[in-house]
C-alpha cells in the first residue's frame, strides 16, 4: 500500500495541499503518498501541484464524496 | 525536478504585495503564498498600509459589511445583505465577523493563525514595509519576529526578476 497516507477529509483549500506537500517530505524518493480529501476542488489542484512539482499522480479517483490521490513522489 | 531548484535558477519566483488588513482580504495573500511556496515558487510578501495588520504578534481580524456591495452570507437558509444602514449599528460589524469566524471553523478553512504559521514554515520572505511602520507609529515589537524591514525599491528590485507579481 502507500508508504504514507493524509487524511485531509473536512479540510478546505488550500490545506490539502500545503497538508500534502509537508507530509511528501517523509516519502522516500519513489514512494507514494495517500491523501483522501473532501474537497471537490482539491481534483484540479492535485492534478496541477503534481504537472508543476514533477510528483506523478499515479491515481485520482472518487468514490461517495471522498477523493483519493495517490502520489509518487519524484526526488 | 523542480523542488530541488528552490535556488536554482530555473526556480519559478513570485512577490505579492499586502495593501488590506481585513479578515476576509487576510485570505488571498496567504493561500496564493503557501500553495506557491509548496509548488517550489521562492515566495516573498510585501506587507504595507492595512497589511500590516496581518504581521501583528496577536492577530485580531476583523471584517465588515458596511459597503461591502457583495458580501452576501448564508443566514437562516438564504443568502443575505443587509442594507448599510444596518451595517452601520453598533455591534453589527463584530457579529459579522464572529460569524465569518464561524463559518471558516465549520467549513474547515485554515485559520489566518495556521496559514501564517504555514508561509513562515515554507520560508516566504516576509518584508514590512517601513515607512507605513513609521506612519502608523508602529513598533517592529508589534509585528511577529523574522521580518525584514524595506521600501519600495526592495520591493522593486524583487519585483523584477520575478515571473509572478501580484498586488492585493
Known amino acids: 500500500m502507500a508508504d504514507k497516507t493524509l487524511d485531509a477529509k473536512g479540510l478546505n ?17 519513489g514512494g507514494t503518498l495517500e491523501v483522501l480529501a473532501t474537497d471537490p476542488g482539491s481534483v484540479a489542484d492535485f492534478a496541477a501541484f503534481c504537472r508543476t512539482t514533477g510528483n506523478e499522480l499515479v491515481e485520482s479517483t472518487a468514490d461517495n464524496g471522498v477523493y483519493r490521490f495517490l502520489i509518487k513522489h519524484v526526488a | 525536478m523542480s523542488e530541488t531548484d528552490q535556488n536554482g535558477s530555473n526556480a519559478k519566483s513570485m512577490t505579492i504585495i499586502v495593501t488590506k488588513g481585513s479578515l476576509d482580504w487576510a485570505y488571498p ?6 500553495t506557491a511556496a509548496a509548488m517550489g515558487v521562492d515566495v516573498t510578501m510585501f506587507f504595507t ?10 492577530l ?22 443587509m ?17 465569518m469566524k464561524n463559518l471558516i471553523k465549520k467549513k474547515g478553512v485554515a485559520s489566518i493563525e495556521e496559514l501564517r504559521e504555514a508561509a513562515i514554515e515554507a ?13 502608523f507609529e508602529y513598533n517592529k515589537s508589534d509585528l511577529i519576529d523574522g521580518v525584514a524591514l524595506g521600501g519600495a525599491a526592495t520591493y522593486m528590485e524583487k519585483a523584477l526578476k520575478s515571473d509572478i507579481n501580484l498586488f492585493i
Do not use: W
Open chain 1, 13 to 29: 483549500c488550500p490545506l490539502p495541499i500545503l497538508r500534502a506537500k509537508k507530509t511528501l517530505k517523509d516519502v522516500p524518493a
Open chain 2, 83 to 99: 442594507p448599510n444602514i444596518v451595517n452601520m449599528l453598533p455591534g453589527v460589524d463584530a457579529g459579522a465577523t464572529v460569524m
Open chain 2, 49 to 58: 498600509f492595512y497589511g500590516l495588520e496581518l504581521l501583528k504578534k496577536k
Open chain 2, 29 to 34: 495573500p496567504f493561500i496564493l503564498g503557501t
Open chain 2, 123 to 135: 520560508e516566504i520572505k516576509i518584508i514590512a514595509c517601513q515607512m507605513t511602520l513609521d506612519l
Open chain 2, 60 to 81: 485580531d481580524l476583523q471584517v465588515t459589511a458596511l459597503g461591502n456591495a457583495a458580501m452576501k452570507m448564508p443566514l437562516a437558509g438564504m443568502h443575505m445583505s
